[in-house]
T-cell receptor, first 113, second 112 residues
Framework: NAGVTQTPKFQVLKTGQSMTLQCAQD?????MYWYRQDPGMGLRLIYY???????DKGEVPNGYNVSRLNKREFSLRLESAAPSQTSVYFC????????????FGPGTRLTVL | KNQVEQSPQSLIILEGKNCTLQ??????????LRWYKQDTGRGPVSLTI?????NTKSNGRYTATLDADTKQSSLHITASQLSDSASYIC???????????FGTGTRLKVLA
């Protein structure tokens, strides 16, 4: 039981390049989330998926797209990376919203030059 | 604007001492409040979850309190250990939403 896994752990991109961050959970959770964490700021929600087949924008969705591939997997894509997207990205999952524990992955540290 | 503010920003204590971290929020209406521990280079890990009707929740040496009237919460750490060195994050959610509002955290360092 690995919990929430993320790949890659580290990535360096040049401005304008694209990439996909992968996230998978093995806890049979319905809800999945993508956050970014920047110095001096709280985690901010980029996108979330309440259940398989649905996705919704969070607080900072511009420049990102997501795919809920199946119940286990939720990917985040940067189509044309910008230096402002340099951040640590966390994927999280939980059974449903409400009074449930949210489980986080180990994070992906992304640098855009 | 809904906000979650934490204090202090950072704290240094000696091993074995107790400490209390503060969280004030303006989220309204309010559904639940969570405290997370985040070790350096890792994802946050849940410590406690409380609804508006709960006043206290414990998890080992960690005790969270909530006063929904004053919109304040605290996290008390008893008999601190070196492994308690981490950031502690307060998170508040509103009812019926998937939106969780994160504080910026308190960075705790426990010295031997």
């Amino acid at each position: 039981n690995a919990g929430v896994t993320q790949t890659p752990k580290f990535q360096v991109l040049k401005t304008g390049q694209s990439m996909t961050l992968q996230c998978a959970q093995d806890m049979n959770h319905n809800s999945m989330y993508w956050y970014r964490q920047d110095p001096g700021m709280g985690l901010r929600l980029i996108y979330y998926s309440a259940s398989e087949g649905t996705t919704d924008k969070g607080e900072v969705p511009n420049g990102y797209n997501v795919s809920r591939l199946n119940k286990r997997e939720f990917s985040l894509r940067l189509e044309s990376a910008a230096p402002s997207q340099t951040s640590v990205y966390f994927c999280a999952s939980m059974p449903t919203s409400g009074y449930n524990e949210q489980f986080f992955g180990p994070g992906t540290r992304l640098t855009v030059l | 604007k809904n906000q979650v503010e934490q204090s202090p920003q950072s704290l240094i204590i000696l091993e074995g001492k107790n400490c209390t971290l503060q969280c004030n929020y303006t989220v309204s209406p309010f559904s639940n409040l969570r405290w997370y521990k985040q070790d350096t280079g890792r994802g946050p890990v849940s410590l406690t979850i409380m609804t508006f009707s709960e006043n206290t929740k414990s998890n080992g040496r960690y005790t969270a309190t909530l006063d929904a009237d004053t919109k304040q919460s605290s996290l008390h750490i008893t008999a601190s250990q070196l492994s308690d060195s981490a950031s502690y994050i307060c998170v508040v959610s509103a009812p019926g939403t998937y939106k969780y509002i994160f504080g910026t955290g308190t960075r705790l360092k426990v010295l031997a």
